[in-house]
Structures are given as structure tokens and as C-alpha cells.
T-cell receptor, first 112, second 113 residues
Framework: DAMVIQNPRYQVTQFGKPVTLSCSQTLNHNVMYWYQQKSSQAPKLLFHYYDKDFNNEADTPDNFQSRRPNTSFCFLDIRSPGLGDAAMYLC???????????FGQGTRLTVV | EDQVTQSPEALRLQEGESSSLNCSYTVSGLRGLFWYRQDPGKGPEFLFT???AGEEKEKERLKATLTKKESFLHITAPKPEDSATYLCAVQASEGSNDYKLSFGAGTTVTVRA
């Protein structure tokens, strides 16, 4: 059974049109992450939460924002997508510092 | 800043031809090193966690080892179903970003029958 669920799996959006990606988890983990992964590159951390404590990476563009209304859900908002934002977006959860992170299947974002 | 470098970028193997993947890291203090497998178009799938130098973990044809500066993922007698990208990630033990997981770019392994 899927434990970290990302919706949609594929998203096509127009240049400059706001888009929201969602992530839900059934694991009740405190930590949630959003990563951006471009082809043949390392997943790049955008944000992470410990409960409601929010951590924004210094090089995450202002165009990207995130919300975590409760433990189970987390959203990634891209306010004005550019062609360079086309990528796979990965959500992950984690229970403790020393434990592994569990990833969703990702959302492939295409910007046209 | 934490740095994770994986080599080689790509590895083509014949079925049964054993090989090793390398993950070298630079962190202020290592709390854990994680290996993941990623199939095309999917999210990473957890394989192993290593916490201290000298530690080893095994699962089927995969074995992960850790030193103070690098980790190796050994693939013994690989099969075509072992074809995937293998990612390495590190968790540092110091600083305000204690939950940050930093990834390498991965090694893409292709195993031919």
C-alpha cells in the first residue's frame, strides 16, 4: 500500500500559470520534504518541515512556496512556472533523524 | 556545505559481472548515509542505512560499506532487474538544518542479459 502519495503523477501547465502539487502520507511522520529532480541530476532540496516548523533552502527561488496544513498533507505551490521549472518533484517523509526517508512516486511537471 | 559525489555516472554490466559504485562525501559530521534505488519515472526506494565507519549491510545481490570518507555499493552477479539509478544521500549531524538529506547525482546501472 502506498504510504506517500503524490498527486497528480503528471502535470502540464502553461508558462506563468500557477500550479499546486500535493503530497499526502499515511505514516504520521513529523518530517516532510520537497525535492526537485531534473534529468540525470541529484534531487535538490527545496523545503522541509519538522511538524509545522518550516525550513526554506537558501537557494530555493521565491517562485516556490509550500504549505503544510496538517501532519498528513503538504503542498508545493509554483506561482509563475518558467520553462526551467520543468522537472520531477518528489515528496518524502521521515520519522526520526537516524531513519530513512520514504518517497512518493513523484509528479512530473511539464511547462509549455 | 555538505557535498556528495557519486562515480561513475553510468555503468554498463553484463549479467553476472560484479562491480562497485562509489559515493564520496564531505559533511561536518555524519549522522547517517543512505542508499536508494530509483527506477525511471519513479521515486527513490530505500535500500540501506549506514551509520559508522566499518559498518556493512547486505540485501540479496547488494552490499553497502562505509568508511570515514566514502561508501561503496557492491553488486554481486547482477541481473537485468538490478538495472536502475542508485542514489546516495547523507545526513549531517550538526547545524540548524539537522533534517537535511543531501543527495548525489547517482550512478545509472544497466545490466545486459
Amino acid at each position: 500500500d502506498a504510504m506517500v502519495i503524490q498527486n497528480p503523477r503528471y502535470q502540464v501547465t502553461q508558462f506563468g500559470k500557477p500550479v499546486t502539487l500535493s503530497c499526502s502520507q499515511t505514516l504520521n511522520h513529523n518530517v516532510m520534504y520537497w525535492y526537485q529532480q531534473k534529468s540525470s541530476q541529484a534531487p535538490k532540496l527545496l523545503f522541509h518541515y519538522y511538524d509545522k516548523d518550516f525550513n526554506n533552502e537558501a537557494d530555493t527561488p521565491d517562485n516556490f512556496q509550500s504549505r503544510r496544513p496538517n501532519t498528513s498533507f503538504c503542498f508545493l505551490d509554483i506561482r509563475s512556472p518558467g520553462l526551467g521549472d520543468a522537472a520531477m518533484y518528489l515528496c518524502a517523509t521521515r520519522y526520526l533523524l537516524n531513519t530513512e526517508a520514504f518517497f512518493g512516486q513523484g509528479t512530473r511537471l511539464t511547462v509549455v | 556545505e555538505d557535498q556528495v559525489t557519486q562515480s561513475p555516472e553510468a555503468l554498463r554490466l553484463q549479467e553476472g559481472e560484479s562491480s562497485s559504485l562509489n559515493c564520496s562525501y564531505t559533511v561536518s559530521g555524519l549522522r547517517g548515509l543512505f542508499w536508494y534505488r530509483q527506477d525511471p519515472g519513479k521515486g527513490p526506494e530505500f535500500l540501506f542505512t549506514l551509520y559508522s565507519a566499518g559498518e556493512e549491510k547486505e540485501k540479496e545481490r547488494l552490499k553497502a560499506t562505509l568508511t570515514k570518507k566514502e561508501s561503496f555499493l557492491h553488486i554481486t552477479a547482477p541481473k537485468p532487474e538490478d538495472s536502475a539509478t542508485y542514489l546516495c544521500a547523507v545526513q549531517a549531524s550538526e547545524g540548524s538544518n539537522d533534517y537535511k538529506l543531501s543527495f548525489g547525482a547517482g550512478t545509472t546501472v544497466t545490466v545486459r542479459a
